[in-house]
Nanobody, 120 residues
Framework: QVQLVESGGGLMQPGGSLRLSCIAS????????MGWYRQAPGTQRELVAV???????NYADSVKGRVTISNNNAKNTVYLLMNSLKPEDTAVYYC??????????????WGQGTQVTVSS
């Protein structure tokens, strides 16, 4: 089992920056990848960025060049740094972990989400 807790959301100004944090607990060693997803009202949840255990990253085209995903293994934390915020970045941001189960299947775990609103 893996538990995830996000923080760092809030009301942001267009053009500003924010850093979201996601602290993982539980069976940390089983995690193979962590990522950030977002869901705006009336839309499907979409990938923002993912970071694998091997250090590979992948970003959505809509955020490339503005977003950096990183981690601090000592703190079991993954971060999402977003610059040049736009109103269309407004969404609930979710942290996701993919981890091996006891039967070596890969299971997804989600945090509770943190609201990010970009508005002047």
């Amino acid at each position: 089992q893996v538990q995830l807790v996000e923080s760092g959301g809030g009301l942001m100004q267009p053009g500003g920056s924010l850093r979201l944090s996601c602290i993982a607990s539980g069976n940390i060693a089983s995690i193979v990848a962590m990522g950030w997803y977002r869901q705006a009202p009336g839309t499907q949840r979409e990938l923002v960025a993912v970071l694998t255990r091997d250090g590979l990253t992948n970003y959505a085209d809509s955020v490339k060049g503005r977003v950096t995903i990183s981690n601090n293994n000592a703190k079991n934390t993954v971060y999402l740094l977003m610059n040049s915020l736009k109103p269309e970045d407004t969404a609930v941001y979710y942290c996701k972990a993919e981890a091996y189960t006891d039967t070596l299947d890969v299971r997804a775990y989600w945090g509770q989400g943190t609201q990010v609103t970009v508005s002047s």
